[in-house]
């Protein structure tokens, strides 16, 4: 190893073989899922994906690499000082990666090369070379956010036409009238009992007890500020209530974390669209439906569009909702429709038992949300359904019971025929709906 070029060599080859590894473990579940990860961590645990975990291992794959590496520039320099770990050098290794393009894989490698060859060429013209470097940098954040690497696909972005679900044809029937059970008595699927949420002295909710039978219909409608979605994060887990009892089939989840209620069954989407933007509409679906399976999502030996039934379950979702067409372009790319009904794709891809919608079709025009409507009324009969929703159109459609919130109780409760025609429900929340509108 006295040879300084043969070190060289044996560098060169340590670090082909780390980008090899590397490359290798971000094409795995455990790669894809840190970057679903660094998209959205609500999204990922949602799923049923442990986020400490990953991040732990994220720390540790980046750790072993820079340990490496770090242990060779010391074997080279054959001293190692702590004026070498100032803060410039994580400064340069930071805009390396934006220059280059943080969100792909070779973009903080092109990124040094730029910023080494910059440095360079400047030097030889000007004294105040930094200074000029800074403003290049500067230049480059605000001119090109995605790095160099993304100016691809910033430009198609900005060249495609938007598009809007009233573009595509409408395959899924609306819902019938409700099913009857007669007698039967069906398990709860989802119940809560006097759940109490105090926010420093706010009440959220006080004292809401709901019982959702096994395959039901419910509609969860209220005023602003009545704790729907408040109610929505306590039942997900990712709010603890004050007090109260939570249970999923009759299994206590009060203390129950979001990722092990995902894995039980139970699936949610957002009031405001909560997806990995960052990623394609095909990895969005793999991502999810690789959640099913423990020994998939802790894999990270093969590609994860190789593990068996991923792939063809994810092309059976995407055909089935019209989204196969789509399925190479960025989340951000779609039309706000279409990122609606992939985020009920992604909740639907682990077979859930329950299934929580927040206000699916806020924000959309009244097509869209008559083709979302359709969407939501076309899943599986064995599915329990909570949607919470402001446009009483479609809550009276889904709802084969609606259950009325306000001010954090519930306020009354039967079918959508008679809420409509409650007296109560008309003095406190249509009536002012309906002059609102």
């Given amino acids: 190893m006295d040879d300084r070029d043969t070190f060289h060599y044996f560098a060169l080859t340590v670090c082909l073989i780390i980008v090899a590894l590397l490359w290798w473990v971000t094409r795995s579940p455990v790669g894809r899922a840190i970057d679903g990860m660094r998209a959205s961590p609500t999204r990922m645990a949602a799923l049923g994906y442990n986020i400490g975990a990953y991040k732990v291992s994220a720390f540790l794959i980046s750790g072993v690499a820079s340990a490496l590496t770090g242990a060779l520039f010391a074997y080279q320099q054959q001293f190692v000082g702590v004026e070498m770990l100032d803060w410039t050098t994580s400064a340069t290794i930071l805009l390396a990666a934006i220059v280059g393009g943080a969100r792909h894989f070779l973009g903080p490698a092109l990124g040094i090369g730029v910023l080494i060859a910059a440095e360079t060429v400047l030097a030889e013209y000007t004294d105040r070379w930094t200074a000029v470097l800074g403003l290049l940098y500067i230049l480059t954040i605000l001119l090109l956010p995605e790095g160099i690497l993304g100016v691809n696909r ?146 990270f030996w093969r590609p994860l569009v190789t593990i068996p039934g991923v792939s063809d379950r994810t092309e059976e979702l995407l055909r089935r909702w019209e989204l196969w067409s789509v399925r190479d372009r960025t989340v951000s790319e779609l039309a706000y429709g279409q990122q609606r009904v992939l985020e009920i794709v992604m909740a639907l891809a682990s077979d859930p038992k329950v299934l929580l919608l927040d206000e699916p079709t806020a924000g959309l025009s009244k097509r869209d949300a008559a083709m979302l409507t359709d969407v939501a009324a076309a899943l599986p009969e064995s599915l329990s359904l909570l949607v919470i929703e402001h446009d009483m159109d479609v809550a009276f459609t889904l709802g084969e019971v609606v259950t009325v919130l306000a001010d954090g109780k519930v306020l009354e409760e039967g079918p959508p025929d008679a809420i409509r025609s409650s007296p109560v429900v008309i003095e406190t929340y249509l009536g002012e709906h309906d002059d609102a509108a």
Avoid: C, Y
């Avoid at 109610?231 to 203390?255: A, I, Q, W, Y």
């Avoid at 990722?259 to 793999?286: H, P, Y």
């Fill in 154 to 299: 910033w430009f198609r972005r900005r060249s495609r036409p938007d598009e809007s679900m009233a573009g595509r044809p409408a395959t899924h029937s609306r819902r019938a009238s409700p099913r009857r059970r007669g007698a039967l008595v069906v398990e709860p699927a989802i119940e809560v009992e006097d759940i109490r949420v105090n926010f420093r002295g706010v009440t959220a909710l006080d004292g809401v007890s709901l019982s959702v039978p096994a395959g039901q219909r419910r509609a969860l409608i209220g005023p602003n500020g009545a704790g729907k979605t408040t109610l929505f994060n306590v039942l997900s887990g990712s709010l603890r209530p004050t007090t109260g009892r939570v249970s999923l089939f009759g299994e206590e989840m009060r203390r129950t974390s979001v990722q092990a209620r995902a894995r039980k069954g139970l699936a949610r989407t957002f009031q405001i669209t909560n997806l990995l933007s960052d990623l394609s509409v095909r990895e969005n679906v793999l991502l999810a439906t690789a959640a099913v399976k423990s020994s998939t999502r802790i894999t």
